[in-house]
């Protein structure tokens, strides 16, 4: 019963972060996740192992991530881990992970020639990879560290992509003034 219900806070997980990207409503499923993550919390009570098990923290870490990535792109707060009924553990690596689907909606921006709201991303992704830095457990504890590097990385990629953006857009500029002087 348990590895049913964290395949579904799983399944669900998925499926509103890609909803999230293509800009549809999500509550109804994120309801619905969140209610499943506190069924699978009620039914885990008395087994703590499992509760803590790397299945149940893996399907909680994705409902973190999709719920701190929907409330970034709808500007509100970030959600209560207790009011989820997930892992502070699960919740810190679901904030990483979500720095990737931010830098997602930068590289979307920038497709679209917006570079203003795909620096916005960038600020944002920003933030939460200095949160996430402020956390040094050893990996038996929390496995961060891969996380943290991922999204140094990631951060590092967009800044560069958006710089070249800023400069093509800029060279662009000038073309287009001297072609008019031509």
Same mark, same amino acid.
Do not use: C
């Given at each position: 019963?348990?590895?049913?219900?964290?395949?579904?806070?799983?399944?669900?997980?998925?499926?509103?972060?890609?909803?999230?990207?293509?800009?549809?409503?999500?509550?109804?499923?994120?309801?619905?996740?969140?209610?499943?993550?506190?069924?699978?919390?009620?039914?885990?009570?008395?087994?703590?192992?499992?509760?803590?098990?790397?299945?149940?923290?893996?399907?909680?870490?994705?409902? +973190?991530? %999709?719920?701190?990535? =929907?409330?970034?792109?709808?500007? @509100?707060? !970030?959600?209560?881990? $207790?009011?989820?009924?997930? #892992?502070?553990?699960?919740?810190?690596?679901?904030? +990483?992970? %979500?720095?990737?689907? =931010?830098?997602?909606?930068?590289? @979307?921006? !920038?497709?679209?020639? $917006?570079?203003?709201?795909? #620096?916005?991303?960038?600020?944002?992704?920003?933030?939460?990879?200095?949160?996430?830095?402020?956390?040094?457990?050893?990996?038996?504890?929390?496995?961060?560290?891969?996380?943290?590097?991922?999204?140094?990385?990631?951060?590092?990629?967009?800044?560069?992509?958006?710089?070249?953006?800023?400069?093509?857009?800029?060279?662009?500029?000038?073309?287009?003034?001297?072609?008019?002087?031509?």
């Amino acid at each position: 019963m348990a590895i049913k219900s964290a395949r579904a806070v799983n399944r669900l997980s998925g499926s509103i972060v890609h909803l999230i990207h293509k800009g549809e409503d999500v509550k109804p499923q994120m309801h619905e996740a969140i209610d499943e993550a506190h069924r699978l919390r009620s039914l885990l009570e008395d087994y703590p192992e499992i509760w803590e098990s790397g299945l149940v923290e893996g399907a909680l870490q994705e409902l +973190a991530e %999709a719920a701190i990535l =929907l409330a970034l792109v709808r500007d @509100e707060e !970030l959600p209560d881990p $207790d009011d989820m009924g997930i #892992t502070g553990n699960a919740y810190m690596l679901g904030m +990483a992970d %979500a720095i990737g689907e =931010l830098r997602r909606f930068a590289l @979307e921006k !920038l497709r679209e020639g $917006d570079v203003d709201r795909a #620096t916005t991303y960038l600020d944002m992704m920003e933030e939460m990879f200095l949160v996430i830095m402020r956390f040094d457990f050893p990996d038996a504890l929390i496995p961060i560290r891969r996380k943290q590097d991922i999204a140094r990385s990631l951060v590092e990629k967009t800044r560069g992509d958006i710089a070249v953006a800023v400069y093509s857009s800029r060279l662009q500029s000038k073309l287009d003034e001297l072609s008019r002087k031509l």
